[in-house]
C-alpha cells in the first residue's frame, strides 16, 4: 500500500480549492493564512506535483489541482458518509427539500423527471412550506428560499434571479399594441398575487403611483397564470416562471421593459450535508438546470 500523503495538508488543500482564497480557508481551519499555504507546499512537495498556480492576483488550481481536487472531495464525502451512515440510525429516511409551492409548481417539477430518471434510486420528501425551516436542527436536507440570498446560516446558492414584465394572451396585446404603458393599462384588469412587484415596474416604465382601474387578486401565483391564460387580464410574469407559456406562445410580454427585483430563489444547505451523496447529486443537479435554456423540455 503507498503510503498516504499529509492528512493536514489534504485538509488545507481541500478548503483553499473550495473557498478560493487562503484567508477563508484560515478562517474555516482555525490557523493562520501561512499556516495553510506552508501545508499546502508540505502536500506538493510530498506527491512531487504542483497543486495550485500563484500569482499577483491570486490562487487558481492547475489541471493536476483540479483532479486531485474531485478525489479528495470524494474521499472526504466517503469518510463522513460512513461515519454518519454508523451514527446515523435514521439514514435510511428520505432526501428531504423545503420549497414554496410556487418554486415547486412553476420551475421544480416542470425539471423533476430529469433528476428521477437520474437518480431513480433517491427517494425524495417535497415539504411545501413558506416558514424558512431551520436546516441545523435536520428539518430538512436542503431549501429552496426566496429572498435577496443574504442568509448566514448555511450554504447560498442562486437558482432563480427574478426579473418581471407584464404578460398577457396574443389577443389582450393586439388591443394594446402601439400604446404606451399609461394608456395600454388604462381600462385593463391587472391580476395580482399576494407579494408582486407590479409597483416596481410601474416606476421604471415612468408610471410610479398607478393605479389600475380593474384588479384581480389571487394568493396563488399559479391560479394568476390560469387567469392570465383564459384572457382575464395583465399579469406580471417572472422570469424562470412562465417561461413555458412564453415558448408555446400561450403568454406573451406586450412591453420590451423587464426589470430585475433583486429578488429569487436560493439552494441552501449545510455544508457538512454533502457528506450524504444524496445532498450533493441533488445540489449538483439543481445547479446544471440553471445552466440550461430557460424552457424545460424532456
Known sequence: MRPLPSLRGIQAFEAVARLRTLAAASDFLGITASAVSHRIRGLEKELGVQLLKRSPKGLSLTDAGRRYRGAVEDAFAGLAQATSDLLDRDAARPLTISLTSEI??????????????????????????????????????????????????????PVLEFSVSPVCTAALQEKIAGRSPAQALAGQIIIRDAYDDWDLWFAAAGIAGFEPSRQLHFMDYSMAVTAALAGEGLMLGYSGYVDQELASGTLVQPFDLSVPTGRGYYLVYRHERLADPRVRKFRDWVLSETARAPAPGP
Open 104 to 157: 415547486g409548481m412553476r420551475w421544480l417539477m416542470p425539471r423533476f423527471h430529469r433528476f428521477r430518471a437520474q437518480y431513480p434510486d433517491i427517494d425524495t420528501a417535497i415539504l411545501s412550506t413558506y416558514r424558512v425551516v431551520d436546516l441545523q436542527a435536520g428539518e430538512a436536507d436542503l431549501a429552496l428560499r426566496y429572498g435577496d440570498g443574504q442568509w448566514t446560516d448555511a450554504e447560498v446558492e
